[in-house]
Antibody, heavy 121, light 111 residues
Framework: QVQLQESGPGLVEPSQTLSLTCTVSGGSISSSPYYWSWIRQPPGKGLEWIGYIYYTGSAYYNPSLGSRVTISVDTSRNQFSLKLKSVTAADTAFYSC?????????????WGQGTLVTVSS | QSALTQPASVSGSPGQSITISCTKTNSYVGNYNLVSWYQQHPGKAPRLIIYEVTKRPSGVSNRFSGSKSGNTASLTISGLQAEDEADYYCCSYASSSSCVFFGGGTRLTVL
């Protein structure tokens, strides 16, 4: 049973870069056909897909986030990471990592517990 | 505005059936053949209950079923139970951009 765990700062100052890491255990991040995803949810609001990455490094992002977002993968550590630049209060949310089990088709069958990131000075 | 539109809320009594719709409102979503549904209880991670429009992951009750007609996908829950009270999100893959979109979510209340 694969497990995912997010880690990173819970507080980020405005205009800075939000950085989170997801550690995958119980399975290899290099396995096909999995894509490794980031999703966020502002408190009391709905889900927003941020993007995902394949173990080869191919990454795809939500167009609404533009060039602010970068997802990377470290297969040697079985981890993938999220960087979101120039954050504002609107980026305050629970950030979750998840496994996409249908080749990037949006079948997120395993999730981390999520971590709250607050953007504030 | 989300590319996928869901009703904000639905309700039903125990034992009844309810249906939650998810309408593609943006051509950016493409052919809408990869639709999934998620159940989220308060304070919990979302749980995949339907994928590829009609398929159920192992362990998901057969009271949950998915369908699609034209630009609208639907989740039907039959034999409502108190434990079904949760938020439900539809999700679709856009092949034109290799992106995934969520609907705005529907709160199900079991009366």
């Amino acid at each position: 049973q694969v497990q995912l765990q997010e880690s990173g700062p819970g507080l980020v100052e405005p205009s800075q870069t939000l950085s989170l890491t997801c550690t995958v255990s119980g399975g290899s991040i290099s396995s096909s056909p999995y894509y490794w995803s980031w999703i966020r949810q502002p408190p009391g609001k709905g889900l927003e897909w941020i993007g995902y990455i394949y173990y080869t490094g191919s990454a795809y992002y939500n167009p609404s986030l533009g060039s602010r977002v970068t997802i990377s993968v470290d297969t040697s550590r079985n981890q993938f990471s999220l960087k979101l630049k120039s954050v504002t209060a609107a980026d305050t949310a629970f950030y979750s990592c998840a496994r996409d089990n249908c080749g990037g088709g949006g079948c997120l069958d395993s999730w981390g517990q999520g971590t709250l990131v607050t953007v504030s000075s | 505005q989300s590319a996928l539109t869901q009703p904000a809320s639905v309700s039903g009594s125990p034992g009844q059936s309810i249906t939650i719709s998810c309408t593609k409102t943006n051509s950016y979503v493409g052919n809408y053949n990869l639709v999934s549904w998620y159940q989220q209880h308060p304070g919990k991670a979302p749980r995949l209950i339907i994928y590829e429009v009609t398929k159920r992951p192992s362990g998901v009750s057969n009271r949950f079923s998915g369908s699609k007609s034209g630009n609208t996908a639907s989740l039907t829950i039959s034999g409502l139970q108190a434990e079904d009270e949760a938020d439900y999100y539809c999700c679709s893959y856009a092949s034109s951009s290799s992106c995934v979109f969520f609907g705005g979510g529907t709160r199900l209340t079991v009366l």
